[in-house]
């Protein structure tokens, strides 16, 4: 079957026919039913370039793929040498496991405790640089395939993961009262909790209203001891102000605002003209590279 594939966002300019990509970094993001990338400069900290394409999501995993094979026959710039490339997941949970208690032998264990073995499964896991914690997660063995050989990279992570590096750089990490960051996508969201700096939890739902994030995110933060009315809650992912999800939480959280944009990095203009925390994942991959 053919598809006629249309990128939601194209943003580019002029700086980067002006570079030479062999020193970039091309930073790849798979979620249910989007593909989006960046292409990032680290000698001057700039993201030159962003694409993200939407498709149905669909539950198999093969539609996803067969709609990735045709992104790559339509977009040339995939096919240029950078000098690595990041391929990162979000399509789908995983569990943190402390670092001391963490045995590669067992990831699969570890997972299976809270999530439920999947078809066609490769696990996989992540050692994160600055919190002792180990996150094990699976991604569709096809598409991993598929996507390692396309790139030619070996080069894996979870985008939660990537979130984990990037919300210690919020002004509001450190609140005593505690900070919780929910990042939003088209079925699911995820949920990270820091009280003082430290992290609390990092949980992943799905949802299909937007009272479904606000009973979770509450009842989370209650489990945890902490009063939802004086926690900030930072939202970020491609959430609209009249969407569902923003109005509900509007309504219920007292504390609620838009996650920062990652500081430090410099963004084309064309991206400055789209909400920072759309592709607040999709940037925070450049903490990891």
Partial sequence: MAYNIHPAFTVDDETLLETDLTSCHLLVLVGSGTFSYVVFDPAVKKFLALKSYHFVPQKLAMADLEMIEEVFDTDKLLFTAFKSILLAFDTGGGVLVPEVYYMPSMKKDFLHITQPEKMQEAVLSDLIPGVPMVNVYSVDKDLLGFLRKEFSTDLVIHA?????????????????????????????FTVTIYVGGKLQIQQESEYQTGLDVVYTLVNTLRQLGLNEQLVKVKLGGAVATDAGVYQEMYKFISHLEWVQRLPGFNYITKMQEIPGYYFHNLYALALCV
């Fill in 160 to 188: 939660n993961s990537a979130l984990l590096q990037s919300y210690p750089l919020d002004f509001d990490f450190h609140a005593q009262e505690g900070v919780a960051f929910v990042e939003v996508q088209q079925h699911t």
